[in-house]
Structures are given as C-alpha cells and as structure tokens.
C-alpha cells in the first residue's frame, strides 16, 4: 500500500429526499456537517471520514446497482448499542439484528431513508489500532 494512502474514508450517495436523509445521518447517526454548497449538496464526517450526500437527478433510477453497504466504525459494542437504540427510538427498522461474530466483530444492518443498507460495527482488531492513534 502506498504510505500516502490512509484508507478509504469517503462515501457519495445520490438520495431522493435530501432533508430526511440529512436527518438520518445527521440526527440520529450523530455525523457533522462540514459544507452544504447548495440545496442538492450536503457534506457530513464522523471527525475522520466523510459522506456526500447529492439530491439524485431527475429519472436517476434507486435499484440495483454495486453497491452492498456502507459501514460506519465504532470504538466499542457499547458505541454500536448506543447508536443501535437511537434508531429504534426513531422508528428506523432494523435490517439484521445485533450480532456477536465469530471474529468478535459485532454488528446490526439498517437502510437509511433511501434504502441504503448501513453497517454500525465494532471490529476489535480495527477498533484498536484506532482508538491508539486517536488523541481525543
């Protein structure tokens, strides 16, 4: 890998509601607004990583497609807990169910407004190297 290079850190999405999805992930994920240059364009972070958020063009078409999920990392099961009852409290169904892996990675799977399937994980072994080069 290149030194250079500190790993994937950006997502864009097209949506068909920019306000509830922007609620979503700002409300009730808890991300940051960075920069909205204009109504069709939002910007959001975690502190480390960023969405893009681009109200889709008109007759964009929502189905198929690559993408499978994008995943949000948490620093432990308790962050991936948290973030889990935020969503239910909201009313956001839940995909798959809070699950313990045999790799002791420990997860849940919900869709934001758009049906995007979103990943809230704790991966220890990632979550380490992590919370060590943090400095909150």
């Not at 290079?5 to 097209?14: I, Q, V």
């Not at 620093?75 to 790799?103: F, M, N, P, W």
Request: hydrophobic fraction near 40%.
């Amino acid at each position: 890998m290149n030194d250079e290079m500190l790993g994937m850190r950006h997502a864009a999405l097209y949506v068909k509601n920019m306000a509830k999805t922007r609620q979503f992930y700002e409300e009730l994920i808890g991300l940051s607004v960075i920069w909205a240059p204009d109504p069709d364009s939002i910007y959001l972070t975690t502190g480390r990583d960023n969405i893009a958020l681009h109200t889709a063009p008109e007759g964009h078409v929502f189905e198929g497609g690559n993408l499978d999920h994008i995943g949000f990392l948490f620093r432990s099961s308790a962050g991936v807990d948290a973030v889990y009852e935020t969503l239910v409290s909201a009313g956001v169904g839940i995909h798959k169910e809070r699950k313990q892996h045999r790799d002791d990675t420990y997860s849940f799977y919900a869709h934001d407004p758009d049906g995007v399937l979103v990943q809230f994980l704790c991966e220890p072994n990632v979550a380490a190297a992590e919370n060590g080069s943090m400095t909150d």
